[in-house]
């Protein structure tokens, strides 16, 4: 298998930590557009060129799997690692390089890969540390009623996102008129309190659907609050690295008006590093996309039903924005309008992936970049004597 490993060497590529659809983080991956056939081909003429015996394409296979497990075609994949990719491709191209050049091939990849691994070992401990603070409380904890803000003394963790968008009607067994209609689509933002845990998923039937900038992703976390929330009086909050969602200024403006209404007493807001944001959420939408395949689905209310018996254990529940006539549900409110009239812009905020407000010091945001970094500060409210209503 000589052959095999030379061509491995010269052509596998490594995306550490980063790799969907695989469960383990230590194969090499063969371009997508490679074929096991391809390399047996290629195989057959070198060995023809040598003047040697080429194994037929079978027993060729069995070798790869029994020599070189670890390698494997990549599938076509999306929403990976810029960062992950730049750095593979500059290691793999170094070959020839001088060796300081090698060098900080080298050091480049691992500091990005420990601030990966540092946030990552974060927002586990975050949500062990919420799932130990709910079973404290969980006989006070209504989880199928409202409870009140700040009812609770106690830190709870919260992460949301949108989901890629459904089509109804939906038929695993699709009949050929159904592909000729245009289906009507669902939007699904969920919201996932890790220590339940439990996730609330807002469908948005596309007779209520505004668009997914941050008026709609505020309307929905402050719903979430108000209807579904656990009543603690300090709250952690990761979503991804998407400016026009989540990491923005209206977002932070709106937690800075919870916190001066003392609707939280401290709220602190997280990223992951783009192109490692898997979490809680995506989990659930997994579980939803995967029940979503094989069941008849004709109409939002179907699909809701379905979403609710995704999960064995119950882990999502559905909520409704609005319904096929129309009527709303979850309004969207214009928050950003509302806001800006009472805060300031947070300067470079695409920089800084860690974000608190307290009680003690209403108005003021603290910020730093990652996890260990220095904490800075500065005042939202334009005027700390004119709070927003």
């Known amino acids: 298998m000589k052959f095999r490993k030379l061509n491995v060497e010269e052509n596998a590529v490594l995306l550490p930590e980063r790799i969907p659809g695989f469960k383990k983080d230590d194969i090499r991956l063969l371009s997508s557009s490679e074929t096991k056939m391809n390399v047996w081909r290629m195989f057959k003429r070198t060995s023809k060129e040598s003047g040697k015996h080429a194994v037929c394409y079978t027993t060729f296979v069995k070798l790869w799997e029994q020599f070189h497990p670890?390698?494997?075609?990549?599938?076509?994949?999306?929403?990976?690692?810029?960062?992950?990719?730049?750095?593979?491709?500059?290691l793999?191209?170094?070959?020839?390089?001088?060796?300081?050049e090698k060098s900080e091939c080298v050091i480049a990849q691992q500091g990005h890969l420990t601030c990966v691994k540092m946030e990552r070992d974060?927002?586990?401990?975050?949500?062990?540390?919420?799932?130990?603070?709910?079973?404290?409380f969980e006989e006070r904890i209504k989880l199928d009623?409202?409870?009140?803000?700040?009812?609770?003394?106690?830190?709870?963790?919260?992460?949301?996102?949108?989901?890629?968008?459904i089509h109804i009607p939906s038929n695993p067994?699709?009949?050929?008129?159904?592909?000729?209609?245009?289906?009507?689509?669902?939007?699904?933002?969920?919201?996932?309190?890790?220590?339940?845990?439990?996730?609330?998923?807002?469908?948005?039937?596309?007779a209520s659907d505004v668009g997914k900038g941050v008026n709609t992703t505020v309307s929905f976390v402050h719903h979430y609050f108000h209807d579904h929330g656990l009543g603690e009086t300090n709250v952690y909050l990761h979503a991804d690295n998407c400016t026009g969602q989540n990491k923005n200024n209206c977002f932070l403006w709106y937690?800075?008006?919870?916190?001066?209404?003392?609707?939280?007493?401290?709220?602190?807001?997280?990223?992951?590093?783009?192109?490692?944001?898997k979490f809680g959420p995506d989990r659930c939408f997994g579980l939803i996309k995967k029940s979503y395949k094989v069941n008849y689905v004709l109409s939002l209310?179907?699909?809701?039903?379905?979403?609710?018996?995704?999960?064995?254990?119950?882990?999502?529940?559905?909520?409704?924005?609005?319904?096929?006539?129309?009527?709303?549900?979850?309004?969207?409110?214009?928050?950003?309008?509302?806001?800006?009239q009472y805060f300031v812009k947070v300067p470079n905020i695409k920089r800084y992936r860690h974000f608190?407000?307290?009680?003690?010091?209403?108005?003021?945001?603290?910020?730093?970049?990652?996890?260990?970094?220095?904490?800075?500060?500065?005042?939202?409210?334009?005027?700390?004597?004119?709070?927003?209503?």
């Open 70 to 90: 670890d390698v494997v075609v990549a599938k076509p994949m999306t929403d990976l690692c810029l960062t992950c990719q730049q750095n593979t491709s500059k």
């Open 92 to 100: 793999l191209r170094s070959a020839n390089l001088p060796k300081r």
């Open 122 to 136: 974060f927002y586990n401990n975050i949500c062990s540390d919420s799932q130990s603070n709910f079973q404290r």
């Open 145 to 165: 009623e409202k409870n009140k803000a700040c009812s609770i003394d106690t830190t709870i963790h919260y992460s949301f996102d949108f989901a890629q968008q």
């Open 173 to 206: 067994m699709q009949p050929g008129p159904i592909y000729f209609k245009t289906p009507r689509k669902c939007g699904i933002f969920g919201v996932m309190c890790e220590a339940i845990p439990r996730q609330v998923n807002y469908l948005i039937d596309e």
């Open 255 to 277: 937690l800075a008006w919870r916190v001066t209404h003392q609707l939280h007493h401290t709220i602190s807001y997280s990223f992951l590093i783009a192109g490692h944001t």
């Open 301 to 340: 209310y179907e699909f809701a039903q379905m979403v609710e018996t995704s999960s064995s254990t119950g882990v999502n529940k559905a909520q409704l924005v609005g319904t096929h006539h129309g009527r709303v549900i979850v309004p969207v409110y214009n928050w950003s309008a509302f806001l800006e």
């Open 356 to 389: 608190r407000i307290t009680k003690d010091e209403p108005g003021k945001l603290f910020f730093k970049e990652y996890h260990s970094s220095t904490e800075q500060s500065i005042q939202l409210l334009r005027n700390p004597a004119n709070l927003p209503p």
